[in-house]
Protein backbone atom coordinates (compact mmCIF):
# COMPACT_ATOMS: atom_id res chain seq x y z
CA UNK A 1 0.00 0.00 0.00
CA UNK A 2 1.54 3.61 -0.65
CA UNK A 3 2.15 5.58 2.10
CA UNK A 4 1.10 9.33 2.22
CA UNK A 5 4.00 11.97 1.24
CA UNK A 6 4.64 14.10 4.23
CA UNK A 7 6.14 17.48 4.57
CA UNK A 8 7.48 19.08 7.40
CA UNK A 9 7.80 22.57 8.37
CA UNK A 10 9.32 23.62 11.78
CA UNK A 11 12.67 25.88 12.78
CA UNK A 12 13.60 24.17 15.38
CA UNK A 13 15.94 20.50 14.05
CA UNK A 14 15.72 18.83 17.68
CA UNK A 15 11.79 18.87 16.75
CA UNK A 16 12.08 17.76 12.70
CA UNK A 17 14.40 14.61 14.31
CA UNK A 18 11.45 13.69 16.70
CA UNK A 19 8.99 13.92 13.93
CA UNK A 20 10.70 11.94 11.35
CA UNK A 21 11.06 9.41 14.59
CA UNK A 22 7.31 9.40 15.14
CA UNK A 23 5.84 9.59 11.41
CA UNK A 24 8.60 7.56 9.13
CA UNK A 25 6.87 4.24 10.45
CA UNK A 26 3.51 5.06 8.81
CA UNK A 27 4.22 7.94 6.42
CA UNK A 28 6.88 8.92 3.66
CA UNK A 29 8.59 12.02 4.67
CA UNK A 30 9.25 13.99 1.43
CA UNK A 31 11.65 16.46 3.20
CA UNK A 32 11.44 19.25 5.91
CA UNK A 33 11.98 23.16 5.59
CA UNK A 34 12.81 25.54 8.11
CA UNK A 35 10.91 29.02 7.41
CA UNK A 36 7.17 29.98 5.52
CA UNK A 37 8.65 30.94 2.36
CA UNK A 38 11.00 27.84 2.26
CA UNK A 39 7.39 25.90 2.71
CA UNK A 40 5.94 27.66 -0.06
CA UNK A 41 8.78 26.46 -2.30
CA UNK A 42 8.88 22.92 -1.30
CA UNK A 43 4.88 22.37 -1.17
CA UNK A 44 4.99 23.36 -4.97
CA UNK A 45 7.57 21.29 -5.73
CA UNK A 46 7.00 18.54 -3.65
CA UNK A 47 3.22 18.14 -3.60
CA UNK A 48 3.06 16.22 -0.58
CA UNK A 49 -0.24 15.00 0.69
CA UNK A 50 -0.31 16.48 4.04
CA UNK A 51 2.11 19.31 5.39
CA UNK A 52 2.88 19.53 9.12
CA UNK A 53 3.86 22.77 10.21
CA UNK A 54 4.52 25.36 13.03
CA UNK A 55 3.00 28.48 13.32
CA UNK A 56 5.75 30.27 14.71
CA UNK A 57 8.19 29.90 11.72
CA UNK A 58 10.73 32.70 10.51
CA UNK A 59 10.04 34.87 7.38
CA UNK A 60 6.54 33.88 7.30
CA UNK A 61 4.31 32.20 9.75
CA UNK A 62 2.76 28.88 9.29
CA UNK A 63 -0.92 30.82 9.16
CA UNK A 64 0.02 33.24 6.24
CA UNK A 65 1.96 30.42 4.55
CA UNK A 66 -1.31 27.92 4.58
CA UNK A 67 -3.48 31.51 3.14
CA UNK A 68 -0.81 31.51 0.36
CA UNK A 69 -1.02 28.00 -0.49
CA UNK A 70 -4.77 28.19 -0.53
CA UNK A 71 -4.46 30.50 -3.21
CA UNK A 72 -2.85 28.13 -5.49
CA UNK A 73 -4.66 24.47 -4.37
CA UNK A 74 -7.69 24.85 -2.75
CA UNK A 75 -6.88 20.93 -1.41
CA UNK A 76 -3.78 21.79 0.24
CA UNK A 77 -3.81 19.74 4.07
CA UNK A 78 -1.68 21.42 6.65
CA UNK A 79 -2.18 19.64 9.96
CA UNK A 80 -0.30 22.99 12.54
CA UNK A 81 2.35 21.44 15.46
CA UNK A 82 2.57 24.23 17.79
CA UNK A 83 3.33 25.39 21.72
CA UNK A 84 0.23 28.04 21.23
CA UNK A 85 -2.69 26.95 23.29
CA UNK A 86 -4.26 30.24 22.63
CA UNK A 87 -7.70 29.65 20.87
CA UNK A 88 -6.84 33.01 19.00
CA UNK A 89 -4.29 31.07 17.23
CA UNK A 90 -6.51 28.08 16.31
CA UNK A 91 -9.25 30.20 15.45
CA UNK A 92 -6.74 31.84 12.71
CA UNK A 93 -5.42 28.82 11.59
CA UNK A 94 -9.40 26.88 10.74
CA UNK A 95 -9.87 30.56 9.19
CA UNK A 96 -7.16 29.92 7.22
CA UNK A 97 -8.20 26.73 6.29
CA UNK A 98 -5.95 24.30 8.08
CA UNK A 99 -7.26 20.10 8.65
CA UNK A 100 -5.73 19.90 11.86
CA UNK A 101 -4.35 22.00 15.42
CA UNK A 102 -2.21 19.59 17.80
CA UNK A 103 0.13 21.01 20.66
CA UNK A 104 3.62 20.09 20.48
CA UNK A 105 3.48 18.30 23.95
CA UNK A 106 0.65 15.91 22.30
CA UNK A 107 2.24 15.26 19.30
CA UNK A 108 3.19 11.84 20.16
CA UNK A 109 0.09 11.15 20.84
CA UNK A 110 -2.24 12.69 18.35
CA UNK A 111 -0.42 13.40 15.56
CA UNK A 112 -0.48 10.45 13.65
CA UNK A 113 -3.90 10.68 14.01
CA UNK A 114 -4.49 14.09 13.30
CA UNK A 115 -3.01 13.29 9.90
CA UNK A 116 -5.16 10.69 9.40
CA UNK A 117 -8.02 12.72 9.58
CA UNK A 118 -6.67 15.09 7.43
CA UNK A 119 -6.24 12.59 4.89
CA UNK A 120 -10.15 11.56 4.87
CA UNK A 121 -10.91 15.18 4.38
CA UNK A 122 -11.73 15.86 8.08
CA UNK A 123 -10.64 18.27 10.85
CA UNK A 124 -8.69 17.46 14.24
CA UNK A 125 -8.48 19.86 17.05
CA UNK A 126 -6.59 18.73 20.21
CA UNK A 127 -8.77 17.83 22.76
CA UNK A 128 -7.16 20.28 24.93
CA UNK A 129 -8.97 23.11 23.36
CA UNK A 130 -11.52 21.78 21.56
CA UNK A 131 -14.03 23.34 24.20
CA UNK A 132 -12.69 26.35 24.26
CA UNK A 133 -12.61 27.05 20.59
CA UNK A 134 -16.10 25.72 20.54
CA UNK A 135 -17.42 28.12 22.51
CA UNK A 136 -15.40 31.44 21.14
CA UNK A 137 -17.06 30.45 17.98
CA UNK A 138 -20.34 30.25 19.72
CA UNK A 139 -19.76 33.79 21.62
CA UNK A 140 -17.78 35.50 18.14
CA UNK A 141 -14.86 35.86 20.20
CA UNK A 142 -12.57 34.67 17.31
CA UNK A 143 -10.21 36.69 16.07
CA UNK A 144 -12.86 37.83 13.14
CA UNK A 145 -14.37 39.65 15.96
CA UNK A 146 -11.65 41.62 16.16
CA UNK A 147 -11.78 43.44 12.82
CA UNK A 148 -8.54 43.39 11.83
CA UNK A 149 -8.71 43.15 7.61
CA UNK A 150 -4.84 43.03 6.23
CA UNK A 151 -4.06 42.10 2.82
CA UNK A 152 -1.73 39.46 2.38
CA UNK A 153 1.28 42.23 1.77
CA UNK A 154 0.30 44.34 4.75
CA UNK A 155 0.58 40.44 6.61
CA UNK A 156 4.13 39.71 4.79
CA UNK A 157 5.86 42.69 6.12
CA UNK A 158 3.99 42.74 9.58
CA UNK A 159 5.46 39.71 10.89
CA UNK A 160 8.66 40.41 9.38
CA UNK A 161 8.18 43.78 11.49
CA UNK A 162 7.59 41.25 13.99
CA UNK A 163 10.83 39.77 13.21
CA UNK A 164 12.66 42.42 13.77
CA UNK A 165 13.79 43.17 10.37
CA UNK A 166 13.93 46.68 9.10
CA UNK A 167 12.19 48.10 5.97
CA UNK A 168 15.16 47.53 3.85
CA UNK A 169 15.44 43.99 4.93
CA UNK A 170 11.94 43.11 4.22
CA UNK A 171 12.18 45.18 0.69
CA UNK A 172 14.67 42.64 -0.36
CA UNK A 173 13.07 39.41 1.10
CA UNK A 174 9.80 40.64 -0.11
CA UNK A 175 11.40 42.05 -3.35
CA UNK A 176 9.79 45.30 -2.90
CA UNK A 177 11.30 48.90 -2.50
CA UNK A 178 11.79 50.62 0.80
CA UNK A 179 9.14 52.97 0.57
CA UNK A 180 6.40 50.40 -0.56
CA UNK A 181 7.49 49.37 3.03
CA UNK A 182 7.10 52.38 4.65
CA UNK A 183 3.75 52.95 3.27
CA UNK A 184 2.20 48.99 4.04
CA UNK A 185 3.25 50.08 7.72
CA UNK A 186 2.29 53.64 8.19
CA UNK A 187 -1.06 52.44 6.30
CA UNK A 188 -1.82 49.48 8.99
CA UNK A 189 -0.79 52.20 11.74
CA UNK A 190 -3.15 54.76 10.36
CA UNK A 191 -5.93 51.86 9.97
CA UNK A 192 -5.90 51.02 13.27
CA UNK A 193 -5.17 54.12 15.08
CA UNK A 194 -1.59 53.16 16.20
CA UNK A 195 1.00 55.29 16.60
CA UNK A 196 4.19 53.19 16.93
CA UNK A 197 5.92 50.38 15.24
CA UNK A 198 5.88 48.72 18.80
CA UNK A 199 2.12 49.11 18.99
CA UNK A 200 1.96 47.57 15.85
CA UNK A 201 3.52 44.45 16.82
CA UNK A 202 1.83 43.96 20.10
CA UNK A 203 -1.23 44.28 18.37
CA UNK A 204 -0.98 41.89 15.89
CA UNK A 205 0.52 39.44 18.25
CA UNK A 206 -2.27 39.89 20.34
CA UNK A 207 -4.99 39.19 17.78
CA UNK A 208 -3.22 36.54 16.26
CA UNK A 209 -2.26 38.25 12.80
CA UNK A 210 1.23 37.15 13.18
CA UNK A 211 3.19 34.50 15.20
CA UNK A 212 5.92 35.01 17.49
Known amino acids: MKRARVL ?20 ELVGAVQDGRALLE ?15 MPMLNGIEALRQLRKKDKQVRVVFLTMHPDV ?14 VLKHSAPSELVTAIHEALKGHTYV ?14 GTTRK ?46 DLGIKTVAELVRFAVKHGVVAT
Open 88 to 101: TYAAAAFEAGASGY
Open 8 to 27: LADDHGIVVEGLKSLLEPEF
Open 126 to 139: TPMIAGELMGAYRE
Open 145 to 190: ATGVELTSRQRDVLQLLAEGKSAKEIALILSISTRTVEFHKYRMME
Open 42 to 56: AAEQMRPDVIVADIS
